[in-house]
Antibody, heavy 123, light 107 residues
């Protein structure tokens, strides 16, 4: 069974940093791309960013709203994806979902989702 | 950035009725469009990918159609568990974008 478990959320002041982790089981982590999607309280879904598998270069893509501040990385030896969040803003307050994508181009959809972790940015 | 516009924002229907949800893209996304369902307090889940393919385990009452800029998600006969929010998403190019969602509520 595919499982994704996010951790690392919490309350943080504007301008500070936070790192979210996504631990996975039930599939060969290194074979798949991963992504992060967020949802502000009472709002819709917003795509945050994406990282391919190493087979496709470990390439990353980001939403314009987070580019330069949020960074996605992966540790295939630990089956963990990370979202490093720097220079946090109040508008980054949201539930952050980790998702498993497909293995390669043409299969990139959010096939599996974690339950999410809440990040609250407030002074 | 490709903008996806979903309509209506809210759909009020009774169990057993047919639901038709629309998603319009600001430019062609070919067939690289997905639909997700989100129930209150839960993570979203993938329903439809490549515009018309059901994800594993999705009942046949859910169907997707369209290509280019106009897409439709149809629920042929609403079950109680289908009342939720539905989002479309394009994967044609970066950045990935979602529509604003359609809430299907019980009338």
């Amino acid at each position: 069974e595919v499982q994704l478990v996010e951790s690392g959320g919490g309350l943080v002041q504007p301008g500070r940093s936070l790192r979210l982790s996504c631990s996975v089981t039930g599939f060969t982590f290194g074979d798949y791309a991963m992504s992060w999607v967020r949802q502000a309280p009472g709002k819709g879904l917003e795509w945050v960013g994406f990282i391919t598998s190493k087979a496709y270069g470990g390439t990353t893509e980001y939403a314009a709203s987070v580019k330069g501040r949020l960074t996605i990385s992966r540790d295939d030896s630990k089956s963990i994806a990370y979202l490093q969040m720097n220079s946090l803003k109040i508008e980054d307050t949201a539930v952050y979902y980790c998702t498993r994508e497909g293995a390669g181009p043409g299969t990139y959809y959010n096939w599996y989702w974690g339950q999410g972790t809440l990040v609250s940015v407030s002074s | 950035e490709i903008v996806l516009t979903q309509s209506p924002a809210t759909l009020s229907l009774s169990p057993g009725e047919r639901a038709t949800l629309s998603c319009r893209a600001s430019q062609s996304v070919s067939s690289y469009l997905a639909w997700y369902q989100q129930k209150p307090g839960q993570a979203p889940s993938l329903l439809i990918y490549d515009a018309s393919n059901r994800a594993t385990g999705i009942p046949a009452r859910f169907s997707g159609s369209g290509s280019g800029t106009d897409f439709t998600l149809t629920i042929s006969s609403l079950e109680p568990e289908d009342f939720a929010v539905y989002y479309c998403q394009q994967r044609y190019n970066w950045p990935v974008t979602f529509g604003g969602g359609t809430k299907v509520e019980i009338k």
